[in-house]
Every structure is written in C-alpha cells, then in structure tokens.
T-cell receptor, first 112, second 117 residues
Framework: ELKVEQNPLFLSMQEGKNYTIYCNYS?????LYWYRQDPGKSLESLFV?????AVKQEGRLMASLDTKARLSTLHITAAVHDLSATYFC????????????FGSGTRLLVRP | GAVVSQHPSRVICKSGTSVKIECRSL??????MFWYRQFPKQSLMLMAT?????????EQGVEKDKFLINHASLTLSTLTVTSAHPEDSSFYIC?????????????FGPGTRLTVT
C-alpha cells in the first residue's frame, strides 16, 4: 500500500527566508502533485510532476521530483506572508484506481 | 482550467436527518469523481470513487449505507449523508478526474462544510 509522508508538518518561518518541504512516498510512481489549501478553502493545484528529474517553478515556489529516491521537494525562496497556507503533496499510485494518495500536509506560517 | 462546483457550501442539519451534497463539473464531462472528507488540521481522506453509470467504490471503513453516492450523469455526482450524527460533521470535498494531455489531474470543488447539531 502506498504511503506518503510529508515533513515538516508545521513550519514557521520569517519573511525573506528559504526553506524546503519534503514529500517521501513508499512505492514506485512518477506522477506527483502539489496543492495549496488556504484555511476554510478547498485545494488549489500548484504543480504536476510527471517524470524523474522534473522541475517546475512558479514565483517563489519550486517543486522537483526524484523518482528513484521516491522524493519530491517544494522549495520556498524568500518567503512572503501570502505564502502562508497548508501544502499537500499527493502521489498517483499508477494502478487502475485513479486515486491520489495524500500526504499529511505541511502547515506553513510566514512571519513578518 | 476545469471548474468543479459544490452545493451547498455550508449546511447545518439536525441529528437524524439526511443531507445531500452536489458536485458538478461545469465545463467538462467527468466519468470519475472522488469524494473526500477532511477534519480540522488534517489531510484529505478519500471516501469513495464515483463512476458515472455504475456503483461507487468505497474505501475501507466507509459505510456505504450511510454515505450514498450517485453519479447519475457525466457532470453530476451526489453524496447523501443519511441519518447524520454530530461525528459526521466535517468538510466534504469532491474532485473530478480530467485527462490533461498525457496525464490525469484532479480538479477540486470548493468544499461543503457540514455541521450536524
């Protein structure tokens, strides 16, 4: 059974700093998704990573995928308060279920 | 991108009553939709996979008779919480699976907050 682990679960960082959120998964997959969730809201798609070595960037966020290590990272550069949210990674188990398996989420708080 | 709507966005009901939540794909057809529930400060828990024209596939531990799912058309799936109890209070989110080129992506609805009193 595919398991997805994110760390840290909670991250408090100062504006202007850099940090990385990690997403490890337990079985083979080369499809990984990152989502953002604001309090009381649903999920917003950030990145879709489809192959080993894939790297996507949008503003201050950059996501990468290493399928051999079964690891994805979400790197935050020069954080700003607007990035405060909960970030989820989700992995496609590449079976016929079409499901996504979600990590536990990382709650990010960017302090002034 | 593809838009998924949910109705209602919030509902308060009394214990013992039933509540229906609708999930619609607005500008595309979705043969597969998913229903999740989310407790405060927790991740999404997949409840069931809803397939148009066939029975839903429920995840282990989810009561089929309590959470009735109907995917009657290519743009509408409904989740009915029957005989609701306070422990059913949660944030329910649906998603629709869309083929975007060479991969499938899930687009999420805005969620429905259910409070059972």
């Amino acid at each position: 059974e595919l398991k997805v682990e994110q760390n840290p679960l909670f991250l408090s960082m100062q504006e202007g700093k850099n940090y990385t959120i990690y997403c490890n998964y337990s079985t083979t997959s080369d499809r990984l998704y990152w989502y953002r969730q604001d309090p009381g809201k649903s999920l917003e798609s950030l990145f879709v990573l489809l192959s080993n070595g894939a790297v996507k960037q949008e503003g201050r966020l950059m996501a990468s995928l290493d399928t051999k290590a079964r690891l994805s990272t979400l790197h935050i550069t020069a954080a700003v308060h607007d990035l405060s949210a909960t970030y989820f990674c989700a992995v496609d188990p590449m079976d016929s279920s079409y499901k996504l398996i979600f990590g536990s989420g990382t709650r990010l708080l960017v302090r002034p | 991108g593809a838009v998924v709507s949910q109705h209602p966005s919030r509902v308060i009901c009394k214990s013992g009553t039933s509540v229906k939540i609708e999930c619609r794909s607005l500008d595309f057809q979705a043969t597969t939709m998913f229903w999740y529930r989310q407790f405060p400060k927790q991740s999404l828990m997949l409840m069931a996979t809803s397939n148009e024209g066939s029975k839903a596939t429920y995840e282990q531990g989810v009561e089929k008779d309590k959470f009735l799912i109907n995917h009657a058309s290519l743009t509408l799936s409904t989740l009915t919480v029957t005989s609701a109890h306070p422990e059913d209070s949660s944030f329910y989110i649906c998603s629709a699976r869309v083929l975007g080129g060479i991969y499938y992506e899930q687009y999420f609805g805005p969620g429905t907050r259910l409070t059972v009193t």
